[in-house]
């Protein structure tokens, strides 16, 4: 029996984190418990968990500090109240019945404790660690987390030390905003104005990119952490080129044109999947998006149905029955499937409606002298946009 388990709890420089084994003494828990006695690094000396001297508690636990520890000071809180907490938690569990009273003696635990070389405060080291080996503990017996758990979690979740999120798109509608006007610091006061929520995408426009360099979209990430980026190079040739162009400036996604051989479409689909960035194939001028899509060795994670401006001041129309015409093509695939070309809030409706995952907006938000006003008319589209307005999503246990 070999058990895993985690947790952190606390905040500040008491904040607690424990990874723990749970084991046969017999088996690779057991191995680990002996080796850990055996092998000693320095700045890392392992320890019984005692509830106080001479009361060790069971299962025999080891605590084992993943933080250097340099003097005296920094010994007395692990040896302290680090401890205690470990060891009293190990006891309660036992006595709630999370871990069951027949493997006192046949079982064993390794702890990983984390203690901050600047906490004082024993208090709350202390509620903190007992806390922290608690949850660790009830996690590790339950086999925490469940794949759906994972698989429901990955996408939204932020990590507290990283500060910031690599966003994904897991849950459409999307309203995707193009900042194609080549004016860099008019761009970034239309961010700055833009209402917060999770359904928003940032395109950085081709014109934008092609005024200010490709640095504009570095300027823009600094600006805009959280919110996922795409960079509408509309790539024609050397696809693997260009998307590693756009992974190393952090963008989320790329676009390719759909006019591209397709040679260029597969080099750059399969960079893309190799670097873990979205693929995005604008559909403009192609005439049979699906024979397109049939003939790639992969598909791209969007086809973006494009009405380019100069083909819409002409009378040109998107073709909304070409979204569910894909989507039933590749109704296995995992396909996003966006349009643009003079979108509107009504025409949004429309082409959600019909099936669309993202609507791409440009000149009715970046022409706006009110940008939030103009957002929030897209963001009203559907039930789901609307309750993420303004919405601070943090996922947290």
Request: aromatic share 6%; with cysteine; proline share 5%.
């Amino acid at each position: 029996m070999y058990l895993i388990g985690e947790a952190l709890v606390g905040d500040g420089s008491e904040v607690a984190h424990v990874d723990l084994l749970v084991g046969e003494k017999e088996g690779p828990v057991g191995q680990a418990f002996a080796s850990s006695f055996s092998n000693l690094s320095a700045g890392h000396t392992p320890l019984l968990a005692v509830i106080r001297p001479n009361l060790p508690a069971k299962p025999s636990t080891l605590l084992v500090p993943k933080v250097t520890v340099k003097d005296l000071d920094q010994a007395a809180r692990v040896f302290g109240p680090a401890q205690a907490a470990v060891a009293k938690a190990v006891a309660d569990a036992v006595e709630e019945g999370i871990i069951p009273k027949d493997k006192l003696d046949s079982w064993v635990i390794v702890c990983s404790v984390f203690v901050h070389p600047e906490a004082r405060d024993y208090s709350k080291i202390y509620r903190y660690n007992y806390g922290a080996t608690k949850l660790a503990l009830r996690r590790a017996m339950t086999n925490y987390p469940s794949l759906e758990k994972i698989l429901y979690e990955k996408d939204r979740a932020k990590h507290p030390i990283m500060g910031f999120k690599v966003p994904r798109l897991w849950r459409p509608p999307y309203l995707q905003i193009a900042l194609d006007v080549p004016d860099l610091e008019r761009m970034k006061t239309i961010v700055s104005e833009i209402p917060k929520s999770d359904r928003i995408i940032l395109e950085v426009g081709t014109p934008l990119i092609k005024k200010h360099g490709i640095d504009v979209m570095s300027q823009l990430r600094s600006q805009e952490r959280d919110t996922f980026m795409i960079a509408d190079f509309k790539t024609l040739d050397i696809g693997k080129v260009e998307v590693d162009l756009a992974f190393e400036l952090t963008a989320d996604g790329v676009t390719a044109s759909g006019l591209a051989s397709v040679e260029t479409l597969d080099a750059f689909i399969y960079e893309t999947k190799k670097l873990g960035i979205y693929a995005v194939v604008d559909m403009m001028g192609v005439e049979n998006p699906i024979a397109k899509l049939h003939s790639l060795k992969e598909l791209p994670d969007i086809v973006l149905l494009h009405r380019g401006i100069d083909v819409e001041k002409k009378g040109g129309s998107v073709r909304w029955d070409q979204i569910q015409a894909i989507k039933s093509a590749f109704k296995d695939k995992k396909l996003l499937v966006a349009v643009a070309g003079g979108i509107t809030p009504e025409t949004a409706r429309d082409a959600m409606n019909a099936g669309a995952d993202i609507i791409v907006v440009g000149r009715y938000i970046t022409q706006s002298r009110d940008v939030k006003r103009a957002v929030r008319e897209f963001l009203e589209c559907t039930a789901e946009m609307r309750e993420d307005i303004d919405l601070l999503r943090e996922h947290v246990e």
